[in-house]
């Protein structure tokens, strides 16, 4: 059953997590990539205002999105571990309290979108929310990740709210819907809101099988289908803004540009969304071509 209450009312524990499958040692893991990736992705730069109430206070190309509401605010990832202080600052800059955040979403358990939440959650006090399989991955800060095993580790951290696919959750005027879009990772979701002055905005997540196995995955039997099905849900959606959670995937550095140069739209993009899925769906064929012919 599909779940839509005031965010008082569905702040549910998370104890336990469920058992998980040991990854299995005759799956080859995807190469991680060099942390000196993530640190160039983390550099900093200016909070800005991307809509009514919406903030951009990430990094150059790590995504965390704040939406202020008079009865509180919504955080939307963390980037690195060593980004949450400089998340925290830009939100500061911007005069608002880390103390009246109440949720923070989180769009996949990686280190370069959860590595900052458990320090900006304790700073905060907010309400971790997830999918239950992006929950289980933060809980082992990281580990046991079905492409990178342990290679990529980040400090752990306790989910509050777990969500399902189509929940939604409201702060003040501000609405919005959890869309589970696994494939990524197992738990990966997108959130698409409903703004205060009734503007539509998604932050979508990863659509990226970067040298993932996708043929008979034993650690993800249903990766295939899962990211197929990803592909058709983000496709659907109509939206009036297009975030994601690198900003290279949303032309972040292009919008900031026309911004800077006095377009107060700049970031209204209601193509960006289906060009983002065509082009992910494109690169997904092309892998997906080449693992089969083998």
Known sequence: MKRSALIMACLMSFSTFTSHAALD???PLAEA????LFV?????VKPLRIAESVWYVGTENLSSVLITTPQGHILIDGALDSSAAQI?????????????IRLILNSHARLDQ???IAKLKTWSGAKLVASQPNAEQMARGGKDDFALGDALPFPPVKTDIIVDNG??????????????TPGHLPGSTSWLFTLADGKTMIYADSLATPGYYLVDNKNYPTLRADIERSFRTLAAQQVDIFLANKGERFD?????????AGDKDAFIDRDGLQRYVAQSQQRFAAQLKQQTAQ
């Open 25 to 27: 040692p005759n799956q």
């Open 33 to 36: 990539p060099p942390y000196s």
């Open 40 to 44: 160039d992705w983390a550099k900093p």
């Open 88 to 100: 925290r600052q830009n939100i500061r800059a911007l005069g608002f309290d880390l103390g009246d």
């Open 114 to 116: 959860a590595g900052g």
């Open 167 to 180: 929940d939604t959750l409201r702060v003040g005027d501000v609405t919005v819907k959890a869309l589970l």
């Open 252 to 260: 972040l550095a292009g919008k900031m540009a026309r911004l800077a």
